[in-house]
Each structure stands twice: as C-alpha cells, then as structure tokens.
C-alpha cells in the first residue's frame, strides 16, 4: 500500500498519483490542505517541508522521484529478474 501526502495544487503530488493508478498499485491519496491530513503529515514528518511525502508499505521512502524508483524495483522483481 502508497500513501501519498500531497496536495492538488501540486504537479509532482498529481503525478504520483497518476503513477500508481496507471500501475495499478494501491494507494490513497491525503491532500495536506485538510486538517486530518496535515496533522498526520506533521506527526509523520516533522523534518520535511516540501510535498510529496510518500509511504510504501508504511515505510518512508521520500517524493516523486522515489516512488518511479520504487514502483521500477517492484515490476521487476514482479517478473522475477533481480533488481540492481
């Protein structure tokens, strides 16, 4: 499971969205603009300023950049070739 923090006003936040639907890889998508959302984005990363901020499995792994990463390692291993 993704969880993305992020925002609609925010091209890199969309895209990761996009991304994970296009893959068709669960995800949910929190937009930091609302309350719940933003505490839960603060509690979680007290250190980050900039969106998107991204879960895999529960495991912070960072932004857009991160996430293409991520889904690459995970259709490859899916496929049963060795992720280098």
Not at 7 to 36: A, F
Not at 50 to 65: C, F, R, S, T, V
Request: net charge negative.
């Amino acid at each position: 499971m993704v969880t993305i923090f992020g925002s609609s006003t925010c091209l890199y936040c969309l895209r990761c969205k996009q991304l994970c639907e296009s893959m068709q890889i669960e995800h949910e998508y929190l937009d930091v603009k609302e309350r719940e959302p933003l505490l839960r984005f603060l509690e979680l990363f007290p250190d980050e300023d900039g969106i998107p901020q991204i879960l895999w499995k529960d495991e912070h792994i960072g932004g857009y950049a991160e996430l293409a990463r991520k889904i690459d390692e995970y259709i490859i291993n899916d496929n049963g070739e060795k992720y280098e």
